[in-house]
């Protein structure tokens, strides 16, 4: 089958080539992959900021019908439309394994940067990592089921949005539009916070009923700033993971505030942390989904309390992986995908 890999630990592109198709094995089902998703976190994988193990498939936001299943996994997998969870293994045994967050494992391996993912048309993974996707989703949205559980793990576990809290989102791509749909959903009032390049962006949040903020449009800067000055932000999503990005959120909140950090930050960074003591504010971070967070993805989902479908906008087929990388970086849409099938 045809696979989209990082072939050397050095930094560069990917490159098509031609692998076999994994057979899974004892504990493991297999994915006919519909649709995986491209991440920031793929381009910090190709520049070297990020580790991985080459030579290796990327890809970790799956979706797709379980095809086949290995020894000790129930038969009633297969056919099931699912998302899968990124830590292929871990060790188990330390205590962020046994208290419900293998993320943290120091012996983690995910899929997509130390094992084969799903920039493919096959995928093996645990059976226990398979999460089941209602079919109203549809078999592309369904890749966003990994992004929607990255952002259920730093928003609700534990809970940082509170019903009646004023939220805001600074960031307006896929990870700040689900974000703004999750804090909605837990009762805020969301404001989403984008730049002149995110026009469409904070139009097509706009038309699913949120506030928008162009920073850089003088009133709508005055607006956020007054909102600063009565202290009224509870609490700030921060996903963009650039300076500015994050010293507007530290800026904007109240005192006692809470920043939860979601843009993954490369290199260094100058941000007026010293505002975190003056303001007592409480920041924290997360990086993936934990099991806990996949269950919360399974019952928004079924209540439909989150809609990944609107920001699915570019499904392209894996031997057009430059042009989808190319749009990515120019952040054309919200979530680029690619589909194996497709010719």
Known sequence: MLALRKLS???GPPSLADIPVPIPGAGEARIAVTAAGLCGTDLHILDGDYPSRAPVTLGHEVAGVVDSVGPGVDEAWIGALVATETAYSTCRTCRWCRTGKPMLCA????????????????????????????????EHAAALGEPL????NAMLDPNAVNPGDRAV??????????ACQVARAAGARVLLLGT?????????????????????RPEDRARLDEEARGREIDVVIECS?????????????????RLIQMGLISGDTAIPFGETVVRELEVRAAIGGSPAAWLRVERMLAARLVDPRPLVTQVLPLREWQLAFERFERREGIKTLLDPRLP
């Open 241 to 257: 993971g650039n300076d500015r990005g994050i010293a507007t959120a530290l800026g904007a909140l109240r005192p006692q505030g």
């Open 9 to 11: 630990a050095r930094p």
């Open 169 to 178: 989102i600074v960031g307006a791509g896929a990870i700040g539009m689900l």
């Open 107 to 138: 012996e983690r391996r995910s899929i997509g940067s130390m094992v084969d993912g799903g920039f493919a048309s096959y995928l093996v993974v645990p059976a226990v990592n398979l999460h089941r996707i209602p079919d109203w989703v549809g």
């Open 196 to 216: 002149e390049t995110d026009i469409d962006r904070l139009a097509l949040a706009s038309s699913l009923g949120f506030e928008v903020c162009r920073i850089q």
């Open 149 to 152: 559980a990255c952002v259920c």
